[in-house]
């Protein structure tokens, strides 16, 4: 079971313009959705996982379109969030919140006080969030922790403590639904070693039965991390 899944949630827009619905349709029908994955993650042992919401490149699409999202995120942090802090599940929401409305900082905030000592699950959401945001926000942040320190003097595991995933295991399983096959700025340093799954499925129809293919997919991984393949999974096979 991967400790870490991290998923690009993509299609919603395409689901709804295929039932001649307006986008925002999709995103509120992919929001639905995601407290069940959540609790059946949970249930699994997963330990984290982080869903991309919103991307530092998103802020390109339709001022409607945006504010679709912002008021979704709103309302799953009111009407959501309770069930989810009562399963056990902690929020994280990782990504540059300062960019936000004040009020939705207020309620990202709030929401990850009151679940923080969950152990269930750890629910990272990123919004506003850009992989190369992130590795630059931490060198920014390194060097404010080490004033007098030169940056020949950072090293790889001092920058991975300055990311916004500080103390996370790095993702295992990067799934991204809605065929496309590409990263879009998700999580670059922390999905070095991740397992890559691209499924058609677009993202309102990615159900439990969707995301045990792809832990059964997983199992079937070989993880070398840059190692020669295992003696005794050769023989094996
Ligand atoms: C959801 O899917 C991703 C978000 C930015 C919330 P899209 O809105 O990208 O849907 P498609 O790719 O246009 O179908
Ligand atoms: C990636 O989806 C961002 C999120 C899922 C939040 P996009 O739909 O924005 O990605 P591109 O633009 O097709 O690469
Ligand atoms: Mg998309």
Not at 64 to 82: C, I, N, R, W
Request: hydrophobic content about 45%.
């Amino acid at each position: 079971m991967p400790q870490h899944i991290a998923i690009i949630m993509d299609g919603n827009g395409r689901w709804a313009q295929k039932r001649h619905m307006p986008r925002t349709v999709g995103h509120a029908k992919g929001a639905a959705g995601v407290k069940a994955l959540v609790e059946h993650c949970a249930k699994l042992g997963v330990k984290y996982l982080t869903l991309f919401a919103f991307s530092t490149e998103n802020w390109s699409r339709p001022a409607d379109e945006v504010s679709t999202l912002m008021a979704l995120f709103v309302q799953y942090l009111e009407k959501e969030m309770g069930a989810l802090a009562a399963a056990g599940v902690r929020l994280k929401v990782i990504g540059d919140v300062a960019g936000f409305a004040p009020e939705l900082q207020t309620r990202i905030r709030a929401a990850e006080k009151a679940t923080q000592h969950n152990q269930a699950i750890t629910l990272v959401v990123a919004a506003n969030y850009g992989g190369q945001w992130d590795v630059v926000q931490a060198v920014r942040n390194w060097q404010a922790a080490h004033p007098e320190a030169s940056v020949s003097q950072l090293t790889q595991a001092q920058l991975a403590q300055h990311l916004s995933t500080a103390g996370m295991p790095d993702v295992d399983l990067l799934i991204r639904t809605g065929g496309e096959q590409r990263i879009s700025n998700f999580l670059l340093w922390q999905a070095a070693y991740a397992e890559l799954y691209f499924t058609d499925a677009l993202w309102p129809e990615f159900d439990e039965a969707q995301i045990n293919q792809s832990l059964h997919w997983f199992a079937t991984r070989e993880r070398r991390f840059g190692k020669v393949t295992n003696p005794n999974l050769e023989k094996a096979l």
